[in-house]
C-alpha cells in the first residue's frame, strides 16, 4: 500500500521558517514527479512546489523565491523549506506524487496523496 507521510508543520510567527517533510512507502517514486499542494479554509486546493526525478523545479508565484523543495531518492523522502512565512501562507498542505516523470502542477494530475500537515502563520 502506498502512502505519503508529512510532518513538520505547525504554529509559527510570520518571518519564521519551517521545513516539511514527505516520506513514501509501499513503493519507490524515485523517478516519479513530487509535489507540494496547500489548502486554506474556504479555498480550493492550490500548487505550490514541484520537483521531476533529476531535481527540476517549479514554483507558483505567490512562494518564488521563498520556498525550496528538494528530494533525497536515497530515502524516498521529498521536502519542502519555507522561509519568510507570511500569514497568507495559513494552510493544510499536502505532499503529492504522479505515476509519472513529467512534471505538472494541476492538481488532478497527481495520482498519490498525503494525509496534510498543518501550516499556521500568525502576525
Known amino acids: 500500500q502506498v502512502q505519503l507521510v508529512e510532518s513538520g508543520g505547525g504554529l509559527v510567527q510570520a518571518g519564521g521558517s519551517l521545513r516539511l517533510s514527505c516520506a513514501a512507502s509501499?513503493?519507490?517514486?524515485?523517478?516519479?514527479?513530487m509535489g507540494w499542494f496547500r489548502q486554506a479554509p474556504g479555498k480550493e486546493r492550490e500548487f505550490v512546489a514541484a520537483i521531476g526525478w533529476i531535481g527540476s523545479t517549479y514554483y507558483a508565484d505567490s512562494v518564488k523565491g521563498r520556498f525550496t523543495i528538494s528530494r533525497d531518492n536515497a530515502k524516498n523522502t521529498v521536502y519542502l523549506q519555507m522561509n519568510s512565512l507570511k500569514p497568507e501562507d495559513t494552510a493544510v498542505y499536502y505532499c503529492a506524487a504522479r505515476s509519472s516523470s513529467v512534471v505538472l502542477t494541476a492538481t488532478r494530475l497527481y495520482d498519490y496523496w498525503g494525509q496534510g500537515t498543518q501550516v499556521t502563520v500568525s502576525s
Open positions: 509501499g513503493r519507490t517514486f524515485t523517478r516519479n514527479a
